[in-house]
């Protein structure tokens, strides 16, 4: 079956969308009109400078040094020399994945037509996308504001032939990728390697990234606290619609729909439901409370990162050829907050599930205490907990607003500056330590729910114990957690209970 396509410029970018081109699962091109309105602001550019017009970064240096002129016999040299001068990265390399949503959002935000940069430097960007030929990028330099500038400028040095790329699945020196693959050095134009610096694309790569993760995040911790509902013989009637109305968050709502749905027809449920319990711990009784605020920033989040996909974040904006903006889209402010917004959501989800971990350790009538029989001798499941609970601690420590922060750069030419590179890079580390935690709670809430047999769960809580039980065996006796440990993380990456629930 032929692959859908994507226009480039023209289609709207979506979550879903940018992660299918990223893995392939959409054809990308750039249809007329789009290639018109790229011709047109480049042909808008060479009109300007003809006239004489000072354009910053044109004929003008940047940041501090905006009010020297440049000649024009040095323009082509100033935008190689951007590239050059801005990449000044430090750190380990990102994710590749990352490295190409930067070259697809960047191209997208290209082809609007309002950077004033040849059809032929947005061919060669496509290019590496479609051969997979992705540069390496550092992940430290950006303060989020001018543009993700260092690491936009390592992501296309391997226009002008420098830096290094991923090539077949391992790191080479541009010159030599270029030289195998029989294709020259690009040489830049007025405004080029500026368009190529200014722009969001580092942030929002990551952000889509994480994004992405985290949406899988949330909907596994619905799934997995619903093991730990039955594991604990609780009640669902804090799941109940009718509070959900008076009180009608769109995440609670989507939380409470979830659960009830997966609790559907449960032995479990139905042999204690007329126990004496009055109320249950908060960890269980408000998962739709807190599982839900985490769904709604999640929402917020995904809504920002949209339209900024779908924005000019380049500095000046040629609008046409008598009007050449010099602004501000390129600052990183309004996905900077919302994406430390999210940095506390997700360490939220991690934080109550930790209170799940240890609730399940305690036992009760049926399950016992440590989540093993034979205890003293053995410790049962006691030291995850201890794991999940420095796992979430870290989160805690991360949450500390990065856009709360800014540090004047540029000789104070740039004197507020966004971080939200930092907040969205903090924000993958969360949600990768959040998976660990989440796995550990998959562990113990499936061990627990064993020894309630032979009650069952419902029929999707118990494919997904199944399919658990294929990968990680029931424990008897002390043993080295590990392995299970990293199976769990895996079904967790796989979405395989996402698809057995769906």
């Known amino acids: 079956m032929a ?51 000072k ?22 040299l100033l935008q190689e020399n951007l590239l050059k001068s801005h990449a000044v990265g430090v750190g380990k390399s990102v994710p590749i994945e990352i490295s190409k949503l930067m070259l697809i ?80 050095p690009l040489k830049l134009k007025e405004k080029e390697g500026l368009a190529l610096i200014n722009g969001t694309q580092f942030i929002s790569a990551f952000t889509c990234f994480a994004l992405d993760k985290y949406k899988n ?69 408000c998962i739709p409370q807190v599982h839900g605020a985490s769904w709604d920033a999640y929402l917020h989040l995904k809504n920002t990162l949209e339209i900024e996909l779908n924005s000019v974040t380049d500095n000046p904006i040629i609008i046409d050829r008598k009007e050449v903006i010099s602004g501000g889209n390129f ?32 036992g009760n009538d049926v399950v016992p205490k440590l989540l093993i029989k034979k205890t003293g001798v053995n410790s049962g499941f006691m030291i995850l907990q201890y794991t999940s609970a420095a796992l979430t601690s870290e989160n805690k420590n991360l949450c500390f607003p990065a856009s709360a922060d800014s ?8 004197d507020h500056v966004s971080m939200g590179s930092i907040g969205a890079v903090k924000f993958l580390k969360v949600l990768e330590n959040l998976e660990k935690i989440l796995a550990i709670e998959l562990i113990c809430s499936t061990q627990a729910m064993d020894f309630l047999k032979p009650l069952k769960s419902s029929k999707k809580i118990n494919k997904c114990h199944d399919y658990i039980r294929s990968k990680i065996n029931h424990c008897k006796k002390d043993k080295i957690f590990t392995k299970d440990i990293d199976s769990a993380i895996g079904i967790i990456k796989s979405k395989k209970l996402i698809e057995l629930t769906g």
Not at 59 to 66: A, D, P, V
């Open 55 to 76: 354009i910053y970064g044109v004929n003008t240096g940047i940041g501090t040094l905006c009010s020297t002129i440049i000649s024009n016999e040095d323009s082509s």
């Open 217 to 285: 995040c949330l909907i596994n911790a619905d799934i997995i606290s619903a093991f730990s509902i039955e594991a604990t013989k609780s009640s669902l009637k804090p799941f109940s619609r009718k509070i959900q109305e008076l009180r009608p968050y769109n995440g609670s709502s989507v939380v409470i729909n979830r659960i009830n749905d997966l609790l559907l027809g449960s032995q479990i449920l139905e042999s204690h439901r007329d126990c004496d319990k009055v109320q249950d711990p908060y960890s269980i009784r």
């Open 331 to 362: 600052h990183g402010q309004p996905i900077a907050m919302p994406i430390d917004y999210n940095v506390l959501a997700a360490s939220e989800i991690g934080n109550i599930s930790d209170r799940r971990i240890f609730l399940l350790l305690e």
């Open 3 to 53: 692959l859908k396509k994507f226009s480039y410029g023209k289609d709207r970018l979506t979550l879903e969308s940018s992660m299918k081109i990223l893995n392939g699962d959409l054809n990308c091109h750039i249809e007329k009109d789009v290639l018109e309105k790229i011709n047109n602001s480049r042909e808008n550019i060479e009109s300007i400078i003809k006239s004489g017009d």
């Open 105 to 184: 959002l960047k191209t997208h935000s290209l082809c609007k037509g309002f950077s004033g940069i040849r059809i032929d430097v947005i061919e060669r960007i496509s290019w590496h996308i479609e051969k997979d030929i992705i540069p390496v990028v550092p992940s430290q330099g950006s303060v989020g504001a001018s543009g993700d500038l260092a690491p936009l400028a390592h992501l296309f040095l391997p226009l002008i032939g420098k830096g290094k790329l991923l090539y077949k699945g391992k790191e080479f020196e541009t010159k030599k990728v270029l030289d195998q693959e029989k294709k020259l």
């Open 407 to 414: 540090i004047t750069t540029s000789l104070g030419q740039e």
